[in-house]
């Protein structure tokens, strides 16, 4: 087979979001198809460009949409002062954005390059079918525009919901389920990463959803970095990889719990710290130094993919806290399952224990629940303790590699477009 898959999210650029489509495309690869990606150039504003993953095998087709001397302000290696200085720029503006919903990001202008180059691949030799994988929403325009067009089948897939994208206001929100709802009559196939997600679009867009999970990378040859960046002590070492969201995932409740222990027992910075590596937000700077600790709280900021593995073969334990309000079930990161794989034991934040995340985490015997203060309270007194049943099944967690949600997603796509 033929595959073009449309992505934003595609290494080298270091976000859990490249993960999805390159597993894809390895997979698919490796099972003797040829695969093509077509994505936009990365910019500084797009985050660190050091995910350094093999695309042996792959035809990547990177088109560039701003000017030239963006482009050369691309990141190479590490978390560079031009990234940083633009995830404060859209931390600053991020009211303004999202008032303005998908009119407010800038990455609307790579819609029309995309289109050129795609079509040009297209008048080439047949290809099977398109898949666009979203957000952000334009790849999906793009996908459809180049199914009409060229009539090849296309597979539309959601890594998220679009609400957050969606200007506040019933009317605002009733217009743009309308335009989801008429421009996906021409997909083939619609699927995203969960069954609760699945759930909320098949409301949304008023027909079945299939579910493929982000799963973990697996067959991938990574240099894991001697220098993970956890300190080498006797520290119990609570460890998160990954991007908090204010009231969605956020790690108030730990931090409270922190400082509360650590106001009663100074010494506890001797006995346990708690890693962050991901962007570093302001809201969670300013947290931290308003709780006063600086001595327990590390935020080491963004690092190469391969130092994120070493970093959770490392932990003690790490973090997942799971997603909050909005009503919405089934968000589920890509992080998750790399925790699984890690084999070390995971905290779960959370006020239900039957979200998608804790069941897939539980099935697996792979972690703990704390619902309540006094739950986390209880862990850090004794954390050790409250992981030593913590058992993992590996059988179960091998059900989540990458390459296997691959290829069962590459199975129900040939059963929608009639294809071996």
């Known amino acids: 087979m033929r595959i073009l898959i449309v992505t934003h999210f595609f290494p080298p650029l270091n976000v859990v979001s490249s ?44 088109v560039k949409y ?47 390059p995309l289109v050129r180059r795609g079509q040009e691949l297209l008048a080439g030799d047949r290809f099977d079918f398109v898949i666009s994988t979203a957000p952000p929403p334009f790849v999906h325009r793009v996908g459809r525009t180049l199914a009409g067009r ?5 597979v539309a897939d959601y890594r998220d919901h679009w609400d957050y994208e969606t200007p506040p206001g019933a009317l605002r929100a009733t217009i743009r389920r309308r335009i989801e709802q008429r421009r996906l009559r021409r997909a083939r196939l619609v699927t995203t990463v969960s069954k609760g997600l699945a759930s909320h ?5 008023r027909r079945p959803v299939a579910v493929s999970y982000n799963g973990y990378l697996d067959g991938e040859s990574l240099e894991n970095s001697a220098k993970t960046g956890i300190a080498t002590d006797t520290r119990f070492h609570l460890v998160y990889t990954g991007r908090f969201y204010p009231t969605r995932r956020d790690p108030r409740v730990l931090l409270e719990s922190l400082a509360r222990m650590l106001r009663d027992d100074p010494s506890l910075s001797d006995r346990f710290a708690f890693d962050v590596f991901g962007v570093i937000e302001p809201w969670l700077e300013r947290i931290v130094r308003q709780l006063r600790l600086d001595s327990v709280v590390h935020l080491h900021g963004t690092v190469p993919y391969a130092q994120s593995i070493s970093a959770q073969q490392a932990a003690s334990a790490l973090l997942f806290v799971d997603w909050h309000g909005d009503g919405i079930e089934g968000i589920l990161s890509g992080k998750l399952f790399e925790y699984l794989q890690s084999g070390r034991p995971i905290v779960v934040i959370g006020d239900r224990e039957h979200t998608e995340a804790s069941q897939i985490i539980q099935e697996c015997r792979a972690g703990v629940l704390l619902r309540t203060a006094a739950e986390v309270d209880g862990f850090l007194a004794s954390p050790s303790k409250k992981l030593e049943q913590c058992v993992p ?21 040939g059963k929608h477009i009639g294809a071996s």
Request: glycine share 6%.
């Open 150 to 154: 060229s009539r090849v089948p296309w």
């Open 393 to 413: 099944d590996r059988a179960c967690i091998e059900r989540f590699s990458r390459t296997g949600q691959a290829r069962e997603l590459l199975s129900q796509i």
């Open 19 to 62: 993960l999805r489509p390159y597993g894809w495309a390895k997979a698919w690869s490796a099972q003797g198809h040829e695969v093509h990606i077509l994505t936009p150039a990365k910019y500084a504003y797009d985050g660190d460009s050091n995910l350094d993953l093999s695309l042996e095998s792959l035809e990547v087709h990177e």
């Open 201 to 205: 679009l098949e409301l949304e867009l």
């Open 66 to 112: 701003l000017p030239e001397w963006m482009t050369r302000a691309r990141p190479e290696t590490g978390s560079t002062s031009r990234s940083r200085r633009w995830q404060w720029a859209k931390y600053a503006t991020r009211r303004i954005r999202s008032a303005l919903g998908a009119l407010g990001d800038p990455r609307n202008l790579a819609y029309s």
